[in-house]
Structure formats: C-alpha cells, structure tokens
C-alpha cells in the first residue's frame, strides 16, 4: 500500500522565484532570510523521501473559466505544462513541464466519486503558480511525477469551509488505500489573510495580522474544532477580500487529521502578505 | 448589470498581450471592437456557435473605456482579473509597488461588505 511520506501546507507567493534568484541592488532586502526558511522548508520534504506529489492548490482564471467551472478538479494526464504568459509577464516565472501519475489520479477519481466527492477531471491541463510556486520552493528539480488537485476559492460560489476539510480527509484515505508501494507526499497551498484588487492591499504586513496569528496557531496545533467555529464563507471576507484561499490551508488540515500537531512550522511576516510553513509526518519524523 | 461579460472581457483580455497594448493605448476603440467581436464568442466553441445575448450595459462599457478600476470594482467585477490587468498595463509607468498602493488608495472609502462579485 502507498505510504503518506509527508503532508505540506504553505502559502503561494508568486514573488519568491524572482526574489531569491534576484542579485545586486535587484534583490530584495528579504531575499537571504526569505530563502534560509524555504531551504529549512525544503529540507522537510527532502528527507521524506517522497515518490510522487499530489499537489492541492487553485487556478487563478488562467484554465478554468466562469462558463464552465468546476468546485473540484483532478488533473488525469502523461505531463502538466506549466506558468502562464501573465504569471511570466508579472512574476517572472518561468514555463515549465512536470510529469503526471495517471495511475494515482484515476485512483483518486475513481474513489473520490465513490466516496461522495464528484470530482471534475482534465486531461489537459496547464498548471499555474499555486502548484508551480511549491515545486518552485519544496522540489526545485520538479522531477517528480504529480497529480494536481484544484479548488475552488476563487469564484463565487463556493463550496463552504467544511467540505475543505472533508476533502482533505478523503484524500489522506484515497492515498491510504492506494494498493501500489510508493512513498505519496501531499502538497497543498493556500494563502493566510490576504487583499487583492481592494484597498487594504500591499501594506506594510498582511491585511489582517490578528487573523495570521490565530491561521497559523489552528494549523500547526492541528485544532480543526476552534477553525471551523470560527471561519464560514462570509468571515472569511473579514481578514481580506482574497482570504478564501485559507480554505486550502483547512483542506489541508483535514489531511493532516484533527489534533495533528505539525513537525515543522514556521512563518515570514512580508509587505502585502504572511508566509507559512507546516509538515507534518503522519509515520513518524523521517531518521 | 454584466459582471460576467466585464469579467469575460478582463480575462480575454489579459491573457493576450497584444490586447493588452491595445487596450492601454485605445481603450474606447478595444471595448468597441471587443463588444461587437468578442463578447458573444464562447471561449471553446467555433465562432458559428456564438452566443447572441451578451451586452455591456452603458455604466460598465463607460468604466471599461475610462480605465476607471474604482468604478469596476464598484460593478462587481473580480477584483483579482481587474488587478491583473491593470498592473499589466500601467506598473511600467510607476517606480517599485507605487502603482499598486495608489490603485488600493483610490478604493479607500470602501468599506466591508465590498461589492458582490458572483456571478
């Protein structure tokens, strides 16, 4: 049976590529700190020895598209192109290829839709920065195969913060029960309090420090109860108009299991957003 | 009121950079052409199957051809596709983040609840 090598949450920003690849008087004066944390980061996912990568994260309007949007969505195919034009013309990122596990993914999506998930599928799909940026940060050798997973956070309406959850502890199952031995790591980003086209955005911190603090504290003590009691689709505009991307942060939770404490955690206050950090290893911290 | 269509012409148009330079340098003439060519085409079907009821109403075509985000974040268009674009076409024109902090400044009498963006 496959084995959940590690379970990953953490933010996506778009910035870190061309941050900590910036030298001279382009380099940010976070850059250094910025990359010491992600090399830590990394370092978690290094050791766990990981075979494949099911990667949860959410298109921004670059493949999915208002006429047609699904809640969910597997990604079924051989390869995954990568980055798209306006993510290169604003972020700098740049094009890239990763390989698909199709045996995985129909896995997922046979059982996930037997488990009362009706998971949408593409079998074309071009991928965007928030499965990009953590191959960017975690597996910069982006050699290992994928399944990607997308949500829906980002048009209305959604599904409600709950069903995150139900997802993420359906995925840790399907993984589970996947009858292949292989070594599955499970990536998943999001964002903590965070504005986007409003005028709380680019502060001098994220939106909503006070909201960070409490995100970040649910997260790494594994405290699904307090973080539903307090977050529902309409909260969840209070902290920043773009927080509903902490939803993937909860999905997450829901895979790490209630009351899991993360082994690795750790943040970045930055201009305009938080960075976090959490991996838990649900099999024991790798020697 | 349209924030589909204004949200299907943010997208269309910011996955395009020559519709972006068009659209910075000509804003009323690429909503016109835009509307007239575009606004009824479904995004994956031949152009012989296009839709036949999709219009700006004047409110939104105005803010559209006046580059005016506040009144399209007003509309309810989302916020994220306006963003994009409009850093796309006019952070060159501004040193480091100043574009994006007077973009936020000029939305600052709103207060919660924004606008509705579903759709």
Redesign the interface.
């Known amino acids: 049976m496959a084995t959940v090598a590690a379970v990953i949450a953490s933010t996506h920003h778009p910035f870190y590529y061309r941050a900590s690849t910036a030298t001279g008087a382009d380099r940010p004066p976070f850059a250094d700190a910025w990359v010491a944390k992600i090399e830590a980061f990394r370092e978690t996912l290094t050791k766990a020895r990981p075979d494949i990568l099911v990667m949860v994260g959410s298109d921004h309007f670059h493949q999915l598209w208002l006429d047609n949007m699904p809640q969910f969505l597997v990604g079924k195919a051989p390869y995954f192109d990568a980055n798209w034009y306006n993510e290169e013309r604003e972020f700098g990122l740049p094009r890239m290829r990763l390989a698909g596990d199709e045996q995985l993914a129909g896995h997922i999506l046979r059982n996930g839709l037997d488990a009362g998930f009706d998971l949408a599928f593409s079998n074309e799909l071009r991928i965007d920065h928030s499965i990009t940026c953590p191959i960017i940060t975690l597996r910069p050798e982006a050699d290992l195969p994928i399944v990607p997973i997308y949500t829906n956070i980002f048009a209305p309406p959604l599904p409600r913060p709950g069903r995150f959850v139900e997802l993420g502890q359906t995925i840790r199952q399907l993984v589970e029960s996947w009858p292949i031995d292989k070594r599955v790591a499970i990536i998943g980003t999001g964002h903590l309090s965070l504005e986007l086209g409003g005028p709380r955005q680019f502060g001098a911190h994220g939106p909503d420090p006070e909201f960070d603090r409490k995100a970040v504290d649910w997260i790494a003590s594994g405290d699904l109860d307090g973080c539903l009691a307090e977050v529902t689709l309409d909260s969840l505009h209070l902290p920043g108009n773009a927080t509903h991307g902490f939803m993937d942060f909860m999905l997450m939770m829901g895979v790490a299991g209630a009351g899991a404490k993360a082994d690795h955690v750790d943040s970045l206050d930055l201009f305009h957003t938080m960075e976090a950090y959490f991996t838990w290893y649900p099999n024991g911290v790798p020697a | 009121m349209s924030k589909?269509l204004l949200?299907?012409f943010l997208?269309t148009v910011?996955?395009d950079?020559q519709l972006v330079e068009r659209y910075r340098t000509d804003a009323a003439g690429t909503v016109e052409w835009w509307e007239r060519e575009l606004a009824n085409q479904?995004?994956?079907c031949v152009v012989a199957e296009k839709s036949t009821w999709l219009v700006f109403t004047d409110e939104e075509r105005a803010a559209l051809r006046e580059h005016d985000?506040v009144r399209l974040?007003e509309l309810g268009a989302?916020?994220?596709?306006?963003?994009?674009l409009f850093?796309?076409m006019f952070e060159r024109d501004h040193g480091p983040?100043e574009y994006?902090?007077a973009?936020?400044?000029a939305?600052?009498?709103?207060a919660?609840?924004?606008p509705d963006?579903?759709?």
């Open positions: 589909y949200n299907k997208y910011d996955r950079p479904v995004l994956n985000h974040f989302h916020p994220f596709l306006t963003l994009t850093i796309a983040l994006q902090k973009y936020g400044r939305l600052q009498q709103h919660l609840p924004y963006i579903a759709t």
